[in-house]
């Protein structure tokens, strides 16, 4: 099983809104792509310096993840993430 863990840096005067609004598109994304066995997104409680909205996704295998990446619900997500990024981090361990 792969875990995939994601942080994501907001810009300045992004709403909590966009942000649940994106962590529910997430989580709607188990069901929909082959392979993705859980999804667990939200946003940060507000702590300075802290990312703005963290991911937790496990995946039954890499072909699973490789999936994932092209898959076409997943790219939906990664254009409302686009509004709002300024950075991301992502760590992918086999579990």
Known sequence: MIRHIVLFGAA???TREALDETAGALEALVGKVPGLL???AGADLGIDGNAALGLVAE????????VYATHPAHLEVVALVARFKTSRAAIDIEV
């Not at 995946?59 to 490789?66: H, N, S």
């Open 38 to 40: 859980s999804m667990k």
């Open 59 to 66: 995946f039954e295998d890499r072909a699973a993840l490789d």
């Open 12 to 14: 300045e005067g992004t």
